[in-house]
């Protein structure tokens, strides 16, 4: 069994930072491509940015500049560096993994955690 630990999420100004980190557990072989979504209130939940295990990345247009999504390997560790953070920037932010581990090959979520910024 694979589960995911999201840290990092809290309550912060305007201009603020936080580090989000997601840590997977279980009997993993490899994680293939990793990310983070978040889910404002009454919103859809969107994709926020991806990370290969090339390491190449995609953000949404509107944390592009201000995110910095990184994974260490060795860890089975996801990170999501938040600067310079806006009011709408509030939400649960959930991270995902496409891991191979003895059951096969499947995403799995974490349980997400709250980022609340205040103006």
């Known amino acids: 069994q694979v589960q995911l630990v999201e840290s990092g999420g809290g309550l912060v100004q305007a201009g603020g930072s936080l580090r989000l980190s997601c840590a997977a557990s279980g009997s993993i072989f490899s994680i293939n491509s990793v990310g983070w979504y978040r889910q404002a209130p009454g919103k859809e939940r969107e994709l926020v940015a991806i990370?290969?295990?090339?390491?190449?990345?995609i953000y949404v247009d509107s944390v592009k500049g201000r995110f910095t999504i990184s994974r260490d390997n060795a860890k089975n560790t996801v990170y999501l560096q938040m600067n310079s953070l806006k009011p709408e920037d509030t939400a649960i932010y959930y991270c995902?993994?496409?891991?191979?581990?003895?059951?096969?090959?499947?995403?799995?979520w974490g349980q997400g955690t709250q980022v609340t910024v205040s103006s």
């Open positions: 990370i290969s295990s090339a390491g190449s990345t």
């Open positions: 995902t993994m496409q891991v191979t581990a003895t059951g096969g090959t499947r995403s799995y």
